[in-house]
């Protein structure tokens, strides 16, 4: 059974950045995408980035375009979540997810649909 760990939340202040990890395991697809959500209390889950494991294509939101960027490790199975210059809007609780799509389709996907999800790590950004 696939598993993804995240790691890296905390408290940070807003201009401040954070790196968050994800270390996926277990079975997977040849051809998965890994990527992150997030969700903020009383909102739905929204898409943030992701990866495609084929061609290392990416895909962000346009509310943290060149401000976060993603990547990936093939040798430690793992993919990060570099966010700098944060908002307070950009508290949230940060999940990674699996899915054997390219990034573009995982960034129109609707979260409920994905299979494979973290356990989530919290980032708090104050003002």
């Known amino acids: 059974q696939r598993q993804l760990v995240e790691s890296g939340g905390g408290l940070a202040q807003s201009g401040g950045s954070l790196r968050l990890s994800c270390a996926a395991s277990?079975?997977?697809?040849?051809?998965?995408?890994m990527g992150w959500f997030r969700e903020a209390p009383g909102k739905e889950r929204e898409f943030v980035a992701a990866?495609?494991?084929?061609?290392?294509?990416?895909a962000y939101a346009d509310s943290v375009k060149g401000r976060f960027t993603i990547s990936r490790d093939n040798a430690k199975n793992t993919v990060y979540l570099q966010m700098n210059s944060l908002k307070p809007e950009d508290t949230a609780v940060y999940y990674c997810?699996?899915?054997?799509?390219?990034?573009?389709?995982?960034?129109?996907?609707?979260?409920?649909?994905?299979?494979?999800w973290g356990q989530g790590t919290q980032v708090t950004v104050s003002s």
């Open positions: 997810a699996a899915d054997p799509v390219s990034a573009q389709t995982m960034a129109i996907m609707l979260p409920h649909l994905l299979d494979y």
């Open positions: 277990g079975r997977t697809s040849s051809n998965d995408a």
């Open positions: 990866i495609s494991w084929s061609d290392s294509s990416t």
